[in-house]
């Protein structure tokens, strides 16, 4: 019924001109400084500079970046980083984030509150705070880190993490995490609070308790959040930048150990010590980082979402 | 009598384990905040102990305040921050309306399409968008950072409000219109009040990744005269980063007003991650 009406005032009033209004300046500004300049983007990685002029060089710059040893060798360095970079809170921050969410939903925790407001606070803080204090706290100038491990007798294991090769990456995968863990927790803290009462007292009456109650009831019925916060650090960290620039600088040292796709095409764009700048590789760059992020958004969407069953309650 | 005890087991290692990554969560920055009160000597003989009167000193503040340009940094962030946001809350809310309200053709698609900046990153486009900003003379202006800001924030706000907007009683904007309020007039008078419960969610969502950037600041305006906090405190670390003294207490000065503001906010924050799921 309600529909017939509705379809009748279309007709009556051909043009509705307040929808227009309405949707025009978000729109505008969404089209123009959003949508055009992205495929604006796609469009130069097409394009290369002869003679200051842009020539249309079709698939050459992507040959470049992943052929040319010159540029395929930091590419696949950084690429390979940031795989790792994601691997790592993968592995690390969603565990974490749901270990504590489902210590937090608990339903007669007290201080939840606050532990949830104080976990919280390192989401809170901008990259620039965050790798700064951590380079000062793992600086081995500053005792704070090789006193906190003297504490438990661990001393010999400092090491400088952030300036060693082969721990510079983990280490700041690590501060990532700390940084991030609220995220996954509130969501996965949302996500076992909505999971009905009725459910969990019928388990209850079942002898499921416990750990078991865990597992077998609550996990599954949150596994859609668990995508969603997967899809979300997949994209969050394919595009990551200014935690490795603000710990690391430009040059993601040491010796381009923790150089990810996002100093790379910072780099690459607007030239470092001597290289100058290239829009155009840098527009490649920008545009292989679209297709991954487009390739992880894509799979979430038809492979996970489709297969996750959503329970109604 | 068993279960008695093997719960109260559980609810304290529940505790510990949640305390320990309260200390974990809170302790750098704690230790950054402490020794920014202290001199040189106290911050590196005892790095974990409190200030004491014979290690209290203010020389980093002092630093601070002489030589970087902070308050012009400051109000450059609260003006990016505040434009920005007033635009998308605004913008987002109107089209928010007209997703929700009016059945037109493209309806479905325009959702879609405005919900598709949720996944996709604007820092993808910042080659573009460079290349546009100079063609228009906005680099070095607020005015950029508050276009691109504006255009990064309102994909997901469009698309939480228009959940929030269908909500709203079909009986009150028909009452409105039969007592002869334009389009306009409900939706700023009748519509807008309504949705400010989740306006507020938005705007923290909104605002802290705006305060934080880093990418487009150092891309788009790296101007002395319109340099904003973060990108600010970037630089004066880079450039002070043997004086440890104006180091923490630059980090200190960074944390404080966030933690404020965090603190005011936080219920909010959290009510609108968790919203409709706590009871």
């Given at each position: 019924m309600k529909q017939i009406v509705a379809?009748?005032?279309?007709?009556?009033?051909?043009?509705?001109?307040?929808?227009?209004?309405?949707?025009?300046?978000?729109?505008?500004?969404?089209?123009?400084?959003?949508?055009?300049?992205?495929?604006?983007?796609?469009?130069?990685?097409?394009?290369?500079?002869?003679?200051?002029?842009?020539?249309?060089?079709?698939?050459?710059?992507?040959?470049?970046?992943?052929?040319?040893?010159?540029?395929?060798?930091?590419?696949?360095?950084?690429?390979?980083?940031?795989?790792?970079?994601?691997?790592?809170?993968?592995?690390?921050?969603?565990?974490?984030?749901?270990?504590?969410?489902?210590?937090?939903?608990?339903?007669?925790?007290?201080?939840?509150?606050?532990y949830r407001s104080a976990i919280f606070i390192p989401t809170i803080l901008s990259f620039v705070i965050v790798g700064f204090t951590?380079?000062?706290?793992?600086?081995?100038?500053?005792?704070?880190?090789?006193?906190?491990?003297?504490?438990?007798?661990?001393?010999?294991?400092?090491?400088?993490?952030?300036g060693k090769e082969e721990y510079a990456l983990t280490t700041l995968g690590l501060i990532s995490v700390w940084q991030f863990v609220g995220i996954p927790m509130m969501l996965i803290y949302a996500a076992l609070l909505s999971i009905p009462e009725e459910i969990l007292e019928a388990a209850e009456c079942d002898g499921i308790t416990g750990m078991a109650q865990f597992w077998k009831i609550q996990l599954p019925l949150i596994l859609p959040a668990i995508g969603i916060i997967s899809v979300l650090t997949f994209v969050g960290n394919f595009n990551a930048f200014d935690l490795i620039y603000s710990a690391q600088g430009a040059l993601a040292g040491p010796n381009y150990a923790t150089d990810i796709l996002g100093t790379f095409l910072y780099r690459?764009?607007?030239?470092?010590?001597?290289?100058?700048?290239?829009?155009?590789?840098?527009?490649?760059?920008?545009?292989?980082?679209?297709?991954?992020?487009?390739?992880?958004?894509?799979?979430?969407?038809?492979?996970?979402?489709?297969?996750?069953?959503?329970?109604?309650f | 009598m068993s279960q008695a005890r093997s719960s109260t087991s559980r609810t304290v290692a529940?505790?510990?384990?949640?305390?320990?990554?309260?200390?974990?969560?809170?302790?750098?920055?704690?230790?950054?905040?402490?020794?920014?009160?202290?001199?040189?000597?106290?911050?590196?003989?005892?790095?974990?102990?409190?200030?004491?009167?014979?290690?209290?000193?203010?020389?980093?503040?002092?630093?601070?305040?002489?030589?970087?340009?902070?308050?012009?940094?400051?109000?450059?962030?609260?003006?990016?921050?505040?434009?920005?946001?007033?635009?998308?809350?605004?913008?987002?809310?109107?089209?928010?309306?007209?997703?929700?309200?009016?059945?037109?053709?493209?309806?479905?698609?325009?959702?879609?399409?405005?919900?598709?900046?949720?996944?996709?990153?604007?820092?993808?486009?910042?080659?573009?968008?460079?290349?546009?900003?100079?063609?228009?003379?906005?680099?070095?202006?607020?005015?950029?950072?508050?276009?691109?800001?504006?255009a990064q924030g309102l994909p997901l706000a469009i698309f939480i409000l228009t959940e929030f907007t269908r909500q709203i009683s079909d009986d009150l904007k028909n009452a409105g219109r039969i007592d002869g309020l334009s389009e306009y007039t409900i939706f700023f008078r009748l519509v807008l009040p309504l949705l400010r419960p989740p306006m507020a969610t938005v705007a923290v969502f909104t605002m802290i990744p705006i305060w934080n950037d880093l990418w487009f600041p150092l891309i788009l305006a790296p101007a002395e005269d319109t340099k904003t906090v973060t990108l600010g405190a970037q630089i004066f670390l880079g450039q002070f980063v043997t004086n440890w003294?104006?180091?923490?207490?630059?980090?200190?000065?960074?944390?404080?007003?966030?933690?404020?503001?965090?603190?005011?906010?936080s219920r909010q924050l959290i009510r609108g991650i968790t919203s409709g799921a706590v009871k």
């Open positions: 379809m009748d005032t279309e007709n009556r009033r051909p043009i509705r001109w307040h929808i227009a209004v309405f949707l025009a300046p978000a729109v505008l500004i969404y089209t123009a400084i959003m949508i055009i300049p992205l495929f604006g983007t796609l469009q130069l990685s097409l394009f290369g500079t002869a003679d200051n002029q842009q020539v249309f060089v079709g698939l050459d710059n992507f040959r470049t970046l992943l052929g040319d040893p010159r540029w395929s060798a930091s590419f696949w360095n950084a690429l390979w980083n940031n795989t790792w970079f994601f691997i790592i809170h993968m592995l690390v921050q969603n565990p974490v984030g749901i270990l504590l969410a489902a210590l937090l939903s608990h339903p007669r925790l007290r201080f939840a509150a606050f951590w380079k000062l706290i793992l600086s081995p100038l500053w005792g704070v880190a090789p006193d906190l491990l003297g504490y438990v007798g661990l001393k010999h294991l400092f090491t400088p993490w952030l690459t764009f607007f030239g470092f010590q001597l290289q100058s700048g290239d829009p155009n590789m840098g527009a490649t760059i920008a545009s292989i980082m679209f297709f991954i992020i487009l390739a992880g958004v894509c799979t979430y969407l038809f492979a996970v979402q489709t297969r996750l069953r959503r329970y109604q | 529940a505790h510990a384990v949640l305390i320990t990554y309260t200390v974990i969560a809170l302790f750098p920055v704690l230790v950054i905040v402490m020794n920014s009160f202290k001199s040189r000597q106290g911050i590196f003989r005892a790095p974990l102990a409190p200030p004491t009167t014979e290690t209290f000193d203010l020389v980093g503040y002092q630093t601070v305040l002489a030589q970087g340009n902070f308050p012009l940094y400051f109000q450059n962030s609260l003006i990016v921050t505040v434009v920005s946001l007033a635009i998308v809350l605004v913008f987002g809310a109107m089209a928010a309306f007209a997703l929700a309200e009016y059945r037109f053709r493209g309806n479905t698609l325009m959702g879609l399409y405005l919900a598709l900046g949720i996944m996709i990153p604007i820092r993808l486009g910042t080659v573009a968008i460079l290349k546009l900003m100079v063609a228009s003379g906005l680099v070095n202006t607020l005015t950029a950072l508050i276009l691109v800001y504006s003294n104006a180091v923490l207490a630059a980090l200190s000065l960074a944390i404080v007003p966030v933690l404020i503001l965090y603190l005011i906010f």
